[in-house]
């Protein structure tokens, strides 16, 4: 005790002089346009001037940051009114939406002045503020005693018009919100002229429900009715301690619908009310496919996986493919129930694929159709797999009764032709195709039993054409004949399995670092020679098997414990390219879409086949970036190799359900999806065009 009340006498004879001041990161300072009048209303600003890469926060500051705070000391009557801001910009870091300012900025505070006030010059008015300063990696709180002060208007233009300029104007009429299931639909009266270039609902309240709160992050929809917009905004599950109060159902909610260049919005206020359904879709693909009739989306992902089995993206299992139809000529009843085999074996996959997608992402993770190859185990466990067949192909080593491709018959039965179809399925799925895309894009955003319906459709398109020459004698009778040359056949097959398992590899550095790829490859050396030894026992009669598992184990156990040890990510990025591009990111979009030149995005992965293809045959040449350079037009890549949340988000609110997508947006006007499979003179008319 004696010694505390020392130390606190030690602390009390220190001057306060000798405290340190800290500069504030975002400078205030509080300004009335003019003097006030007597029973009229005066409006004050706070001015903030933030540093280079710093930000402040919108009254809701979204999924985080905090709102500001004002003790306001007026005269006795004087009274302060709600804080007006101006249209805050979208700003989404670690998967979390910002409600932010960036620049220079000003909020306007009405103050009421009696009638019976006495004023005489400036007012004795002061304020006690605090808010909460962020860059993209910290974030400081911040506060200033802030006395009033007159601006000096002079011969230049008054900051109180521009400050006015940049509030959203109030609609003159009022909206009407519902809530329906996991999203707040609201119908904001809007002439039907008014052009709605990438709207966005900025809502001031955060709790929506009594268990439901804004998710800010998710992306929005909306929909045109005549004079109305319709606008979807989702939200997210709120769990509460069972000692909170109840909560008291919304009498009205407000915000912004920005829209257009940054700082273009429309305030409004909604009350409870019926919202219309339907209309169309003005903004987000995935509004405009979640919106299209079912039977059109069963259709799509029919087309679209008979379409992938043309796709550049499906050419590594080309080879298990041909052994399929090589084999579909030896007997009818064969032919039929390996057909069915084939079709049920990839249906079930793209099903377990679609199922295991939606699931992840109902628990709040940001994935996107083949998710599965950003995972480096499944890479790894993929190689491994693809020396396997590339080995029974070649005719190391044979699996009795179940074979992908066994001696002789190559494989036969119905087991075979199952296990086929699950793995042409797995690995080529990575790339959405034309048709495909709009139905996976929906996908993600309609009912669990219509998802998976789309899923399902999507297999039995792959597999139609196998399917259709177990059941068609015509179409069996135009393939070659079964004989000995099958056997030369499946061992030219290795080849481009052989190939797919470097490229495996190589991904492999592209997602965890060399050293990763190098104890992948020795796992998966163990295990070649393993199956080597298997071969030679097995052409000598021999119990195989058990020597297998003797000389595969000791590289299986190496890898458990070395693979992980080994892993370091690599920051994507696409590597070189000629046209120099800007890494993708919301803020750099935005900020390259504000600068007023045309913008090309193009969103890739290493392990997408379809994407390499596009690159090489319209985007990296020198005609492309002379063109580009020609119109002034600004590049961008997002690199989805790796699983990024940013990139997800836009493919999602894009309709895509995975890559390629790009995007193309003309100088001053909203973005233009592209065809998925770019021609070579596409990007250079696109150039033309703006310069």
Same mark, same amino acid.
């Given at each position: &005790?004696?010694f505390a009340?020392?130390l606190a006498?030690m602390? $009390?004879?220190v001057?306060?002089g000798?405290?340190p001041v800290?500069?504030n990161?975002i400078?205030?300072?509080l300004?009335?346009?003019s003097?006030?009048?007597?029973?009229q209303? &005066?409006?004050?600003?706070?001015h903030?001037?933030?540093?280079?890469?710093?930000?402040g926060?919108w009254s809701?500051?979204?999924?985080a940051?905090l709102?500001m705070?004002l003790?306001?000391?007026l005269p006795?009557?004087w009274?302060?009114?709600?804080?007006q801001?101006?249209v805050?910009?979208?700003?989404?870091l670690a998967?979390?939406? %910002?409600?932010?300012f960036k620049?220079?900025y000003a909020v306007?505070?009405?103050? @009421?002045?009696?009638?019976?006030?006495?004023v005489?010059?400036?007012p004795?008015i002061?304020l006690?503020?605090q808010?909460l300063a962020?860059t993209?990696q910290?974030?400081v709180?911040?506060?200033a005693e802030?006395?009033?002060?007159?601006?000096?208007i002079?011969?230049g233009?008054?900051?109180?018009d $521009?400050?006015?300029?940049?509030l959203?104007?109030?609609l003159?009429?009022?909206?009407r919100?519902?809530?329906a299931?996991?999203?707040?639909?609201?119908?904001?009266p809007?002439p039907a002229s008014?052009?709605l270039?990438?709207?966005?609902?900025?809502?001031?309240?955060? /709790?929506i429900a009594?268990?439901?709160r804004?998710a800010y #992050?998710?992306p929005?929809?909306f929909?045109r009715l005549?004079d109305?917009?319709?606008?979807e905004?989702p939200?997210a599950?709120?769990v509460?301690?069972a000692?909170s109060?109840?909560?008291?159902?919304?009498g009205?909610?407000?915000?912004i619908?920005a829209?257009g260049?940054a700082g273009n919005?429309i305030g409004?206020?909604?009350?409870?009310?019926?919202v219309? @359904?339907?209309?169309?879709?003005?903004?987000g693909?995935?509004a405009?496919v979640?919106?299209?009739p079912?039977?059109?989306?069963?259709?799509?992902?029919? #087309?679209g996986g008979?379409l992938?089995?043309?796709m550049p993206?499906?050419?590594p299992?080309l080879?298990?493919?041909a052994?399929?139809?090589?084999?579909?000529?030896e007997? =009818?009843?064969?032919?039929r129930a390996?057909g069915l085999?084939?079709t049920a074996?990839?249906v079930?996959a793209?099903?377990?694929?679609?199922?295991?997608?939606?699931?992840?992402?109902?628990?709040?993770? =940001?994935?996107?159709w083949?998710?599965q190859?950003?995972?480096?185990g499944?890479?790894v466990?993929l190689?491994v797999?693809a020396?396997l067949?590339?080995?029974?192909f070649?005719g190391?080593?044979?699996v009795?009764?179940?074979s992908?491709a066994?001696?002789g018959g190559?494989?036969?039965?119905?087991?075979?032709?199952?296990a086929t179809?699950?793995?042409?399925?797995?690995?080529?799925?990575?790339?959405?195709?034309?048709?495909?895309?709009?139905?996976?894009? $929906?996908?993600?955003?309609?009912p669990?039993?219509s998802?998976?319906?789309l899923?399902?459709?999507?297999?039995l398109g792959?597999?139609?054409?196998?399917l259709a020459?177990?059941?068609?004698p015509?179409?069996?009778?135009r393939?070659?004949?079964?004989g000995?040359w099958? %056997?030369t056949?499946?061992?030219?097959?290795a080849?481009p399995?052989?190939?797919?398992a470097?490229?495996?590899?190589?991904?492999l550095?592209?997602?965890?670092? /060399?050293?990763?790829?190098?104890?992948?490859?020795v796992?998966t +050396?163990?295990v070649?020679?393993?199956?080597?030894?298997t071969?030679?026992?097995?052409?000598?009669?021999k119990?195989?098997?058990p020597?297998?598992?003797?000389?595969?184990?000791?590289?299986?156990?190496f890898g458990a414990?070395?693979?992980?040890?080994s892993?370091?990510a690599?920051?994507p990025?696409?590597g070189?390219?000629l046209?120099d591009?800007v890494d993708?990111?919301?803020?750099n979009?935005a900020a390259?879409r504000?600068?007023?030149?045309?913008?090309f995005?193009?969103f890739t992965?290493d392990?997408?086949?379809t994407c390499?293809?596009? =690159?090489s045959?319209?985007?990296?040449?020198?005609? @492309?970036k002379a063109?580009?350079a020609?119109?002034?037009v600004i590049?961008m /890549?997002?690199?989805?190799?790796?699983? %990024?949340?940013?990139?997800?988000?836009?493919?999602?609110?894009?309709?895509?359900?995975?890559?390629p997508?790009?995007?193309?947006?003309?100088?001053?006007?909203?973005g233009e999806q592209?065809?998925?499979?770019?021609?070579p003179?596409m990007? =250079?008319? +696109?150039a033309a065009?703006?310069s």
């Amino acid at each position: &005790m004696l010694f505390a009340a020392l130390l606190a006498l030690m602390l $009390a004879a220190v001057p306060l002089g000798a405290q340190p001041v800290r500069e504030n990161n975002i400078a205030a300072d509080l300004v009335a346009e003019s003097v006030p009048v007597a029973g009229q209303t &005066m409006t004050v600003a706070l001015h903030f001037r933030p540093k280079e890469g710093w930000h402040g926060y919108w009254s809701n500051p979204g999924d985080a940051g905090l709102g500001m705070q004002l003790d306001w000391r007026l005269p006795p009557g004087w009274q302060a009114g709600e804080p007006q801001y101006p249209v805050p910009s979208k700003l989404v870091l670690a998967g979390l939406m %910002n409600h932010v300012f960036k620049g220079e900025y000003a909020v306007l505070v009405p103050i @009421t002045v009696p009638a019976d006030a006495q004023v005489a010059g400036v007012p004795p008015i002061s304020l006690a503020a605090q808010w909460l300063a962020c860059t993209d990696q910290i974030c400081v709180p911040e506060q200033a005693e802030l006395a009033l002060r007159v601006q000096q208007i002079g011969s230049g233009p008054n900051p109180f018009d $521009a400050w006015r300029a940049a509030l959203p104007p109030p609609l003159d009429t009022t909206a009407r919100f519902a809530i329906a299931g996991n999203a707040l639909r609201i119908a904001i009266p809007l002439p039907a002229s008014m052009d709605l270039a990438s709207p966005h609902v900025f809502l001031a309240q955060d /709790r929506i429900a009594a268990g439901k709160r804004t998710a800010y #992050a998710a992306p929005q929809a909306f929909y045109r009715l005549g004079d109305l917009v319709v606008a979807e905004v989702p939200l997210a599950d709120l769990v509460l301690p069972a000692s909170s109060p109840p909560f008291a159902p919304l009498g009205q909610v407000s915000g912004i619908l920005a829209f257009g260049e940054a700082g273009n919005g429309i305030g409004f206020t909604a009350v409870p009310g019926d919202v219309p @359904t339907g209309g169309e879709p003005i903004a987000g693909g995935g509004a405009a496919v979640s919106n299209a009739p079912l039977w059109t989306l069963i259709l799509a992902a029919l #087309a679209g996986g008979l379409l992938l089995n043309l796709m550049p993206c499906v050419f590594p299992i080309l080879s298990l493919k041909a052994m399929t139809l090589a084999r579909a000529g030896e007997s =009818e009843r064969q032919a039929r129930a390996e057909g069915l085999a084939y079709t049920a074996g990839v249906v079930l996959a793209c099903m377990a694929i679609g199922a295991l997608l939606l699931v992840l992402r109902a628990a709040g993770q =940001e994935v996107g159709w083949a998710f599965q190859l950003q995972e480096p185990g499944v890479v790894v466990a993929l190689l491994v797999l693809a020396v396997l067949i590339t080995a029974n192909f070649a005719g190391v080593f044979e699996v009795p009764s179940f074979s992908f491709a066994g001696t002789g018959g190559l494989g036969k039965g119905a087991g075979s032709s199952f296990a086929t179809g699950l793995l042409a399925a797995f690995v080529a799925t990575p790339c959405t195709g034309p048709f495909m895309a709009a139905a996976l894009g $929906a996908a993600l955003l309609l009912p669990p039993a219509s998802a998976m319906l789309l899923f399902a459709m999507l297999g039995l398109g792959l597999a139609l054409p196998f399917l259709a020459l177990g059941f068609v004698p015509a179409l069996r009778s135009r393939l070659p004949r079964p004989g000995p040359w099958m %056997n030369t056949f499946r061992r030219v097959m290795a080849i481009p399995m052989g190939l797919t398992a470097l490229a495996l590899l190589w991904l492999l550095t592209r997602l965890g670092g /060399r050293e990763f790829a190098a104890v992948a490859l020795v796992v998966t +050396l163990g295990v070649l020679i393993a199956l080597a030894v298997t071969g030679r026992l097995q052409q000598r009669g021999k119990l195989a098997w058990p020597a297998f598992a003797l000389i595969a184990a000791p590289f299986v156990l190496f890898g458990a414990f070395a693979l992980p040890s080994s892993y370091s990510a690599v920051q994507p990025g696409g590597g070189a390219s000629l046209l120099d591009p800007v890494d993708y990111s919301e803020a750099n979009l935005a900020a390259a879409r504000a600068s007023g030149q045309p913008v090309f995005v193009w969103f890739t992965a290493d392990w997408c086949v379809t994407c390499k293809v596009n =690159e090489s045959v319209a985007i990296e040449r020198e005609s @492309t970036k002379a063109a580009f350079a020609k119109a002034g037009v600004i590049a961008m /890549r997002g690199d989805w190799t790796l699983r %990024n949340e940013e990139i997800t988000r836009f493919l999602t609110a894009q309709g895509a359900a995975g890559v390629p997508l790009y995007m193309w947006y003309p100088a001053g006007g909203a973005g233009e999806q592209l065809p998925q499979v770019l021609t070579p003179a596409m990007l =250079e008319e +696109l150039a033309a065009s703006a310069s």
